[in-house]
């Protein structure tokens, strides 16, 4: 079990926000969505899935994704951490009374810019191919400690399949999909798949979504600085999602999830609150 991870990753780590499933967004229509997450570590699993305690690491993340129906086949899709706070904690020794001071740095995270084709549409399954580019812009060795980090410093190119069916009258949906993510500068390659279940209860609108990223091992050894972008990361990723209808167009969301196992990353729950507005 070692491999496993419940973590509900936005952003920061690849693809988890898509609001469409298989199905791309109509034309001049979208979903924009500003949120917020977090996660409080004062533990981590290492290579080999134990768990190892830590001085306690945050991550603080504001982002904005957004979808955009470009005409009723083709969408664009955008992921931008706009604001990334990660901190260290201070030590303090209780018999000596010393300490060690916390550290924090804060700056922009990495980004993703991508683009989604609908290969069937209208029809009972539907069918899309999405291309994703990972840009880093954020820092890889920062603070006082040069240990904090607000990205990977690798730019990765993701492919990506969806399949997705309604259930129409029923409320109910499913999604399903499977794709390849290339990395560089050493970083191994990663094989992603999962699916997710949601409804529509008039304004209330749950979903379990269920994200895998297994690691191809044919990069460099991991180096872990702050316990979230380290390479051979390993997880599968259970999330609950909440969403709910203020109004047509807009919307609040909150997620979260909780770690009992992986490797190469912090062991902690991770926490996400948003609004969204659909076009």
């Known amino acids: 079990m070692r491999k496993f991870l419940i973590t509900l990753t936005l952003a920061s780590i690849v693809l988890t926000a898509h609001a469409g499933g298989g199905w791309p967004q109509p034309k001049r229509g979208g979903y924009f969505k500003l949120g917020q997450n977090f996660i409080i570590a004062p533990s981590f699993y290492g290579p080999t ?21 470009f005409t009723d086949r083709l969408t664009g899709i955008g992921y931008f951490p706009l604001f990334v706070r990660s ?9 000596s009374g010393s300490t060690i001071p916390g550290d924090e740095l804060n700056s922009i995270g990495d980004a993703e810019l991508g683009l989604k084709y609908a290969i069937i549409t209208n029809k009972p399954v539907v069918l899309s191919a999405t291309v994703t580019l990972g840009l880093p812009l954020g820092e890889t060795a920062g603070g006082e400690s040069q240990i904090l980090q607000t990205g990977d410093g690798e730019f990765n190119q993701m492919l990506r399949l969806d399949v997705s069916h309604s259930f129409y009258p029923s409320p109910f949906y499913v999604s399903a999909y499977g794709g390849f993510n290339n990395r560089t500068k050493n970083f191994s390659d990663e094989a992603r798949f999962g699916f997710e279940v949601g409804a529509t209860f008039k304004k209330f609108i749950p979903i379990f979504k269920l994200n895998v990223v297994q690691s191809l091992n044919n990069g460099g050894a991991a180096v872990v600085q702050n316990g979230v972008f380290s390479n051979n990361t390993e997880y599968v990723s259970p999330t609950i999602e909440l969403n709910y209808q203020l109004k047509d167009k807009l919307g609040v969301t909150a997620s979260g999830g909780f770690a009992f196992a992986g490797q190469n990353i912090l062991a902690a729950p991770n926490w996400g609150v948003g609004v969204y507005l659909k076009l």
Request: glycine fraction near 10%.
């Open 49 to 69: 899935g134990d768990i190892v305690d830590i001085t306690t690491i945050s991550l603080y993340t504001t982002s904005i994704y957004g979808e955009y129906g």
């Open 87 to 95: 901190t260290l904690n201070e030590i303090k020794f209780q018999q």
